[in-house]
Nanobody
Framework: QVQLVESGGGLVQAGGSLKLACAAS????????MGWFRQAPGKEREFVAA????????TYEDSVKGRFTISRDNAKNTLYLQMNSLKPEDTAVYYC??????????????WGQGTQVTVSS
């Protein structure tokens, strides 16, 4: 069974950058699409970005396009989210998730525990 562990969250000023990482255990990581989601206090969890199994295709939520970049290193079983030009509204707990198919879809089976990102104004 794959386990996901996020890291890299923290407190940053508006306009700053953070890079999140999601380390996956298990040999199936490279076979499946991956995604990042976030949940702000009092709000539902929302999609942020996703990447196909080989990294060739990506998709982003509109509010993060041009600021966030999702990537993966299958040799290291690690998913990344580079976040630039951060805004206070990006404050949330960020979760990585493992899809259940190679290409990007809305189906995710395994979730990490989350990492807090706080952007101060």
């Amino acid at each position: 069974q794959v386990q996901l562990v996020e890291s890299g969250g923290g407190l940053v000023q508006a306009g700053g950058s953070l890079k999140l990482a999601c380390a996956a255990s298990g040999h199936t990581f490279r076979n499946y699409a991956m995604g990042w989601f976030r949940q702000a206090p009092g709000k539902e969890r929302e999609f942020v970005a996703a990447i196909s199994y080989g990294g060739g295709r990506t998709t982003y939520e509109d509010s993060v396009k041009g600021r966030f970049t999702i990537s993966r290193d299958n040799a290291k079983n690690t998913l990344y989210l580079q976040m630039n030009s951060l805004k206070p509204e990006d404050t949330a707990v960020y979760y990585c998730a493992l899809g259940n198919r190679a290409w990007i879809s809305d189906q995710y089976d395994t979730w990490g525990q989350g990492t807090q990102v706080t952007v101060s104004s």
